[in-house]
Nanobody, 118 residues
């Protein structure tokens, strides 16, 4: 099993920045990628971005490209989400996830709330 714990959420004004962290523990040796998703009230879960655990390549959802950056620290089994130029529409619960296979994310964190005020 893998356990994921997010931190760093909070309230920020539009145009501001936040950095989320997600620490993985347990059987992490099979990690292929770690990523971030978000879900706003009344909306479906949305892919934000992810990072390949071996070679560090990243991929982003269209709504956050150029504003958000996913990075990692392999030694700490931690993935980060740097969010800049935040907009009110970025308000959501942000979830960290870990993938051990080709496509489906297998493990999820409990989520952390990000609220952007206008």
């Amino acid at each position: 099993q893998v356990h994921l714990v997010e931190s760093g959420g909070g309230l920020v004004q539009a145009g501001g920045s936040l950095r989320l962290s997600c620490a993985a523990s347990g059987r992490t040796f099979s990690t292929i990628a770690m990523g971030w998703f978000r879900q706003a009230p009344g909306k479906e879960r949305e892919f934000v971005g992810d990072i390949n655990w071996s070679h560090g390549s990243t991929y982003y959802g269209d709504s956050v490209k150029g504003r958000f950056t996913v990075s990692k620290d392999n030694a700490k089994n931690t993935v980060y989400l740097q969010m800049n130029s935040l907009k009110p529409e970025d308000t959501a619960v942000y979830y960290c996830a870990l993938r051990v296979g080709a496509y489906k994310y297998d493990y999820w964190g409990q989520g952390t709330q990000v609220t952007v005020s206008s």
